[in-house]
């Protein structure tokens, strides 16, 4: 298990870190710890669970202190009962186990590929927002989450499977609108690290077949539409591992487009490709609207596009019917949550 935010502490957080692990465990009603105030103590009571997913019962805190010691009593805030805690700690654990027991031998990547399409496949969006579905007991007791609780599944059945995994946490920006902070992953696969958002990948997936935009992107991708990380994490500077260069989906030629479009009109299955053959614009959205309404006219349907514009990438399916719209946007937007 990566305990990658506590290696990057001084030794009064980490003194803090470990008391307050310590604490947890043990679902104490207090905890005494070095004297580390205000943000500080915020931010290694959220470093903390965000290493350890395992501990989702806590969940906010206050503390008191008296003027002349070194220390601080911590008071944890907790989900439910102690009883309770220990029940479903119970149950985390051995859903856990049962999850990830088909993938034992899978390769790394294949590894990933089970836990993400599990949270794409299972996993609701919440859009209640729900206190537990910041934490793992929602997408694994509920089938609920939001972007903290998945991408916290994520690295605990990564965890579990031997990936190297952590969770990172971007900035708002009330400028662009983005109100709230956003949690996703950086894993280690094959010796490079890479960015997976399966909550983006879960709000794209919820109207038809597993999407994989959000699937090992490298920096320049991600950033096109997350904004910048708060802590400092590993450059993912490799491109080898998206998923749809892997799978030979990520096409250069307009040709290949054409090809693959008649390959779908023909067996009535939809087509979800990446786009790297230079800018996606207008004018090259347009040229591949016309490539698969030929394609379509040749097997006597109609097709449906979605393009999903920062990581160009596009989906069509081919009706029997003309469609309202020929041609529309998406946004995997919906996982910005507060935390």
């Given at each position: ?324 719209e020929e041609l529309v946007t998406e946004e995997a937007n919906e996982g910005e949550q507060q935390m």
């Open positions: 298990m990566e305990q990658y935010y506590y290696n990057r502490m001084n030794k009064i957080e980490q003194a803090v870190y470990h008391a307050l692990y310590q604490g947890f465990l043990n679902i104490d009603e207090e905890i005494q710890i070095p004297r580390l105030e205000g943000e500080a103590l915020y931010n290694v009571f959220f470093k903390l669970r965000l290493d350890h997913p395992e501990i989702f019962w806590a969940t906010g805190y206050k503390y008191k202190y008296y003027n002349d010691s070194p220390n601080l009593i911590f008071v944890p805030e907790y989900l439910f009962e102690k009883a309770k805690i220990k029940e479903h700690q119970k149950a985390m654990t051995a859903r856990v186990e049962k999850i990830t027991r088909e993938a034992k031998t899978f390769s790394q990547w294949d590894k990933e590929k089970y836990i993400h399409d599990f949270l794409c496949e299972s996993i609701h969006y919440d859009k209640l927002k729900k206190p537990y579905s910041h934490e793992i007991i929602g997408p694994l007791g509920q089938g609920v989450g939001v972007c903290e609780g998945i991408a916290k599944t994520v690295k605990i059945l990564c965890d579990q499977l031997g990936i190297w995994c952590i969770v990172v946490i971007s900035e708002a920006n009330p400028e662009k609108n983005i109100k709230y902070r956003h949690a996703w992953n950086i894993v280690k696969i094959g010796g490079a690290y890479y960015h997976l958002d399966a909550t983006f990948d879960n709000t794209l997936s919820h109207m038809g077949p597993v999407r994989y935009d959000y699937f090992n992107l490298d920096d320049g991708k991600v950033f096109r539409d997350h904004e910048l990380v708060i802590w400092k994490v590993p450059a993912c500077t490799v491109s080898d591992g998206f998923y749809y260069r892997v799978k030979k989906l990520s096409f250069t030629k307009m040709e290949e487009v054409e090809k693959r479009a008649l390959q779908a009109a023909k067996k009535g299955k939809e087509l979800i490709f990446h786009w790297r053959g230079g800018a996606l614009n207008r004018e090259t959205a347009a040229q591949m609207l016309k490539a698969f309404k030929e394609a379509g006219e040749k097997k006597g349907k109609y097709p449906r596009a979605a393009i999903n514009w920062p990581q160009a990438v596009l989906l069509v399916e081919y009706l029997s019917e003309l469609p309202a």
